[in-house]
């Protein structure tokens, strides 16, 4: 069966140094106190694009060779992958297509455009905007670098795994988001090949995770994709799902599920005690805490995945508002 391996991790991180920023750690006083263990948040929201994401297309553009970087790339995109191939593909000077649903905010389709890339909007779903991109792969010959199901993808997510071990090396738990698999999978590979007994727990919104039915269900299945303060964790992964399925079904230790009421906290928390402006996806490490639907016995690992939120939506959550669902997909 095709996996990643910790080898294909770390040849990713050769191929991308220089490329992507190896982002801090720090202590968090606020939930060590909380939780009686130290808990470390890793601030990957400070990646040059904002999220963990230039990653993977850093490491999948760098694997291309001369003719696929001539023919130009295309993915469908909840908005963080999109910017980060947008990105990636600008410092080579290539063509980047980007497909996405009419659920993605406004303010990722701004950066996404403000890095030269092409947008096509279609459909209310991930799904429909694969559609878009499987058309452009025929008939025009873009390369297809996908958000999450590609080795080069998962690779060059799986750094972050490493540099958390470097940085805890004690860890005992890692939280890391859980959407179509990409990240988690990569990151729990680095982990579990570096120190096998660190457990890994994927986290989810409980509107639309895809994975998580997929795993309940044993195969891969369709979910319907929901407006969610959580929106980078939205989209299937794929009936013809490749690696991420069977890689988090084997590496991942269990997945937590979380209502919006507790992602809005995580995002308050992440603003008030930690002074950091964290996205919906970004903050359901904290808030899985938070809650206390995770339990640790030593070190924590939190990994702060993306700050790409729209400020006004930051700020009615500081305030205490919580917006309708119905606001949130207008």
């Known amino acids: 069966m095709a996996t990643v391996t910790l080898g294909d991790i770390r040849a990713a991180r050769e191929r991308i140094a220089g490329k992507v920023e190896r982002t801090s750690i720090v202590l968090s006083a606020s939930l060590s106190e909380r939780l009686g ?55 080579e000077r290539m063509r980047a297509v980007i497909c996405m649903s009419r659920l993605v905010p406004q303010n990722k389709l701004d950066e996404i455009r403000r890095l030269g890339a092409e947008i096509r909007i ?8 694969q559609q878009e991109v499987e058309r452009l792969v025929a008939e025009e010959g873009l390369v297809m670098l996908p958000p999450f199901d590609h080795p080069a993808i998962i690779a060059g997510q799986g750094t972050l795994g490493l540099e958390m071990m470097e940085q805890v090396p004690d860890a005992a738990l890692v939280l890391v988001q859980l959407s179509g698999g990409g990240l988690a999978s990569g990151v729990a590979a680095a982990i579990k090949g570096v120190r096998p007994g660190t457990k890994v727990v994927g986290i989810s919104m409980a509107r639309g ?51 919006e009421d507790e992602i809005a906290a995580g995002i308050r928390h992440g603003y008030e005690q930690e002074r950091e402006i964290v996205e919906g996806a970004g903050a359901v490490g904290i808030a899985a805490l938070l809650a206390g639907k995770v339990k640790a016995e030593g070190p924590v690992g939190v990994l702060l995945s993306g700050r790409n939120i729209d400020m006004e939506l930051h700020r009615k959550i500081v305030c205490g508002e919580i917006p309708s669902i119905s606001e949130r997909a207008a």
Do not use: W, Y
């Open 209 to 259: 995770a895809a994975m998580k039915a997929s795993l309940d269900a044993g195969h891969p299945v369709l979910v319907e994709e929901l407006p969610t303060l959580a929106d980078s964790l939205g989209g299937g992964i794929g009936l013809d799902n490749r690696l991420t399925f069977a890689m988090c079904r084997d590496l991942l230790d269990d997945v937590v599920l979380l209502s």
């Open 122 to 129: 279609v459909g209310n779903s991930q799904d429909d905007a």
């Open 37 to 91: 263990v130290p808990v470390h948040l890793k601030l990957e929201h400070r990646q040059t694009t904002g999220s963990f994401k230039l990653r993977g297309a850093s490491n999948a553009v760098a694997s291309l060779d001369a003719e696929e970087k001539a023919r130009g790339v295309v993915a469908a995109s909840t908005g963080n992958h999109g910017r980060a191939l947008a990105h990636a593909a600008k410092l």
